[in-house]
């Protein structure tokens, strides 16, 4: 990747953005049927909590062994080759997903502006401006990043303070009302999607000015500051919702909706362009930059064809890009509906995510030094320990959220992983008979992680690990 580097504040911004996204207009209204309407403060203050978890290994791998590509290069290398490649479908099609579940929530809210516009042409052409941003490099998408979150936070702010004057039920009553156990947990794995994002930073690691410090300071940051301000969009919504009687709550299909009760006209187009449609933007954004660098790490290891990790001048790989949008333009063409889509990218996030997690209790003996020399300076154990909390809380949120999908629901992701194993097998002997091995390549030493390891020796003197 060409080097251009982000500094600590362009992090946080770029992990507030990547947070608060599509993915809270999306999914608070679905959660809030799930959990049954008062719940959802207390859904989305569980899923921060759960988040804050399951992000500590990313954070460890992040900070000890940066690397473009991020889950996929750490279970290539740390744990095994056809790890990695489970990695690289399941970001597949949890990437591809994902951005046409933005776009899909991008023309829900423009329909508010240009009510003319049909949805999926708004959808499409939001994911085309934006690939085309990205192609311009990672300078270019963080600077679009920065000024998109600063307006987005004006925005969501007035939707608070002018909302929170509206509500028919006070926010004591709302965080004290009782809630199903098995409901909480089903939210709760709906909501957490809404609160991940800043782990883009992850797989854009070595981008990043000093990633061993940046990442876990953005890390931390960006999540606790919105996971505040979530807690606190949730209540505004279903107090003012419950306006027109309890039930009304669970009537509501997009917080545009809500927002129209208690905002002037000038003041709605504003929380509609500045809040929902940027915080789409800066959603789409990061996940291209996320998902391009994993099908970019795959492709240089010919899993996916190489042409796929050619970069263009600016650094950006340039037809990663454009394959994962297209892919989603004609996912949104084909008429995906947005519930269906947030939980079928919500399942193997939870299930395959845990197999990520495998490298926190490898790289230790691996790469020894490199990891004793990381900012995150907890003993192995604890990592260890934290680690299996992430893996349990992950498989019972994936397991509570499996019960709410319907039959077509996982029929699509089992045909998804069945084409995928068929086509390893074929590239895996299609490249032997050219005299490739494919996981070997997938296997081999990261240079740059050798370097980290042969200068952590160095820093840490006599108290270098002997392998």
Request: proline residues 3%; glycine residues 8%; hydrophobic residues 55%.
């Amino acid at each position: 990747m060409k080097n251009e580097k982000m500094g600590l504040m362009s992090c946080i911004l770029m992990g507030i953005g990547s947070i608060i996204g599509a993915s809270v207009f999306a999914s608070t209204p679905i959660a809030i049927k799930i959990v049954g309407g008062h719940g959802i403060v207390i859904g989305f203050i569980l899923a921060a909590v759960f988040v804050f978890v399951r992000s500590i290994p990313e954070m460890l791998l992040g900070s000890s062994l940066p690397a473009t590509g991020g889950s996929y290069m750490y279970l290539s290398r740390l744990v095994h080759p056809i790890a990695g490649a489970l990695d690289a479908f399941n970001e597949l099609v949890v990437g591809v997903m994902k951005i046409a579940t933005m776009a899909l929530t991008f023309s829900t809210y423009f329909k508010y502006i240009m009510p003319s516009c049909p949805e999926q042409v708004s959808a499409c052409l939001a994911i085309i401006v934006f690939t085309i941003i990205s192609c311009f490099g990672l300078r270019i998408s963080s600077i679009v990043q920065n000024i998109c979150v600063a307006v987005l936070v004006v925005a969501l702010g007035c939707f608070i303070f002018m909302g929170w004057g509206n509500t028919a039920i006070s926010f004591g009553a709302v965080i004290s009302d009782t809630v199903q156990l098995s409901a909480l947990w089903a939210a709760m794995g709906i909501l957490h999607g809404s609160l991940i994002g800043a782990n883009v930073l992850v797989y854009s690691a070595e981008e990043i000015d000093n990633p061993g410090k940046s990442i876990p300071i953005a890390y931390l940051v960006s999540t606790l500051f919105t996971a505040v301000v979530y807690a606190l969009i949730g209540y505004v919504t279903v107090g003012v919702a419950e306006q027109d009687g309890f039930q009304a709550i669970f009537a509501i299909t997009d917080l545009a909706e809500v927002a129209d009760k208690f905002m002037g006209r000038g003041m709605f187009l504003f929380f509609v362009a500045g809040g929902a449609l940027l915080a789409v933007v800066t959603s789409i954004n990061s996940a291209m930059m996320m998902f391009a660098r994993i099908n970019f790490a795959a492709a240089r290891d010919g899993l996916f064809p190489k042409a796929i990790s050619n970069l263009n001048k600016h650094g950006a790989p340039v037809i990663s890009l454009w394959f994962n949008s297209i892919l989603a333009i004609i996912g949104i063409i084909s008429g995906y509906d947005l519930e269906d889509v947030v939980k079928i990218t919500s399942i193997p996030g939870l299930f395959l995510t845990p197999v990520t997690f495998l490298a926190v209790y490898t790289i230790k003996y691996k790469y020894p030094n490199a990891y004793a020399n990381r900012t995150i300076k907890t003993p192995h154990w604890l990592n260890c320990l934290l680690t299996t909390a992430a893996i349990v809380l992950c498989l019972v949120l994936g397991w509570y959220v499996f019960g709410t999908m319907e039959p077509r629901h996982y029929m699509l992701m089992v045909g998804y992983y069945a084409v995928a194993l068929v086509y390893t097998i074929a590239r895996f002997f299609y490249l032997k008979n050219q005299g490739v091995a494919l996981f070997k390549n997938m296997g081999e030493t990261y240079k740059p992680w050798e370097e980290m390891e042969k200068n952590a020796i160095k820093a840490l003197g006599d108290k270098a690990i002997k392998k």
